[in-house]
């Protein structure tokens, strides 16, 4: 691999790795969430700084050219990281299903027991 | 109070209504007039028009969802509320009037008298009914021919919304194992793999007379794909996930 894309591909996992801890660290990315970018900046790194390893993978997976098997490895992540957020949004919305349900429920229980005792819903407390 | 009014007083009607102002009302009124002993309950799905105002003007019990969730989840939140204050049985009819309420004791009828869990009302034994569109007929064909292929027992209606259940059924629907998202076939093979009974009973269902469908679009070809996907993976589950507790 040539010396300025070394660089570069370290340079860029380095960054994901830097840039994610300080997502989490600042509470803007939950650590649920940031266990993929890294695991990935740590894979990349690796991988750039053991070129054989890398060179031994492109072949095990037939790729023509190491950074064939990283541009795959990133668009494996990617796939991965879209997968993990449709599963989070099918729960998310399961949570926001029942919450709506609940809400209903409640809604007419509180207007009932208001109703009961004959308070006016939009008088001040 | 005689025996048979004190049982249909322990009955809920639930009708899942979204944007239906103009129906609903007429809707209530008509299930009162042939079974006045029942509770009748509206899940407002996040109207837009005065359909809560409507059905609470009428005399029904109103839930209002904070915004539009679905037909699904607008059923399975009047199963959560039927559930909650302990109503033996249920009965499942459509805000629109196509489905005509005096067919209410005849779908309930093998149910109260325990021989069936689940009474699905099916326009297809009942002469009077409408025809529905070709479209509709050959997707009700397909899913007619597969259901009843998959549980082992003719079922002529498979898509019918107009159905009456026991406590039990009503149970197990308020759990996640109820598919929400067009519960139709997939929700026939999830109750003949929990073990409950399914029966079909005649009923009337006249064509909506707006011609209002909540299968416009290319929504048919998605409720295809959906419907046979959520069959595969039902199919596909440990009997353990449909044990019922």
């Not at chain 2, 197990?172 to 998202?181: A, H, I």
């Not at chain 2, 009337?204 to 007379?209: E, F, G």
Request: charged letters at 20%; a positive charge.
């Amino acid at each position: 691999m040539p010396f300025k894309q070394q660089v570069f591909a370290l340079l860029v996992s380095l960054l994901v790795f830097v840039f994610t801890i300080e997502m989490v660290r600042q509470k803007r990315l939950r650590e649920e969430y940031s266990v993929l970018w890294l695991f990935t900046s740590c894979i990349m790194f690796v991988l750039v700084i053991k070129y054989d390893w890398l060179v031994t993978l492109t072949n095990l997976i037939g790729a023509a050219l190491p950074t064939s098997t990283l541009f795959t490895g990133s668009i494996v992540f990617l796939v991965l990281l879209g997968v993990q957020f449709s599963i989070k949004i099918s729960r998310l919305s399961d949570q926001v299903k029942d919450l709506v349900q609940e809400n209903a429920i409640l809604r007419h229980q509180f207007e009932k027991i208001v109703k009961a005792q004959g308070t006016d819903l939009d008088s001040k407390p | 109070m005689r025996s048979e009014e004190r049982d249909l007083a322990k009955v809920l009607v639930i009708i899942p209504a979204y944007n239906e102002a103009g129906n609903i009302g007429r809707v209530v009124a008509a299930i009162r007039r042939v079974v006045p002993e029942c509770d009748i309950l509206v899940v407002n799905d996040g109207s837009r028009d005065g359909t809560a105002a409507a059905a609470a003007g009428a005399g029904a019990i109103v839930l209002s969802h904070a915004f539009n969730m679905g037909y699904g989840v607008t059923i399975q939140t009047g199963y959560k509320f039927a559930h909650c204050h302990g109503y033996p049985y249920v009965v499942q009819i459509d805000a629109d009037g196509q489905h005509d309420p005096a067919f209410i004791p005849r779908l309930l009828a093998p149910v109260m008298a325990g021989d069936t869990d689940f009474a699905l009302g099916s326009r297809f034994l009942e002469e009077e009914s409408y025809r529905p569109s070709f479209s509709r007929r050959l997707g009700i064909l397909f899913f007619r021919k597969l259901v009843t292929h998959l549980i082992g027992r003719s079922v002529t209606d498979p898509t019918s919304g107009y159905q009456a259940f026991n406590r039990e059924v009503l149970r197990f629907f308020t759990t996640d194992v109820f598919p929400c998202d067009y519960p139709d076939a997939d929700m026939l093979i999830t109750l003949n793999l929990a073990g409950f009974r399914i029966r079909e009973v005649p009923v009337r269902m006249y064509a909506n007379p707006t011609g209002k469908t909540m299968h416009s679009g290319t929504k048919p070809l998605y409720y295809m794909f959906k419907m046979c996907l959520s069959i595969f993976v039902t199919l596909l589950r440990n009997r353990k996930f449909f044990r019922r507790t």
